[in-house]
């Protein structure tokens, strides 16, 4: 029964460790940013969208409004993002 016990124990701690060390890697992530003054190309993941001139069909979308635009970072916040930068016609 110690055994049993024990193993469960071992689990549970490698279990939480093995979290937050996942928790942490994923808070290390860097935005694509801008290539060339033009948006990173999107990987192959089906997320991913672009307004970006020459984007794919499958993953274009059109570009959001100024009216629009202007309250984006507000929004971003709202939802409980981080904005890390922001000018006229980039936010990440």
Known sequence: ???????????????????????????????????????????????CVSSEAGTPEEKRVAPLSASVWANVSDVIGTMGGNVTVEDDSYIA
């Open 1 to 47: 029964m110690r055994k049993v016990i024990y193993g469960v124990v071992l689990l549970t701690v490698v279990g939480v460790g093995a979290l937050f060390i996942l928790g942490q890697m994923s808070q290390r992530g860097v935005a694509p940013g801008l290539v060339d003054g033009l948006l990173a190309p999107c990987p192959s993941v089906p997320r």
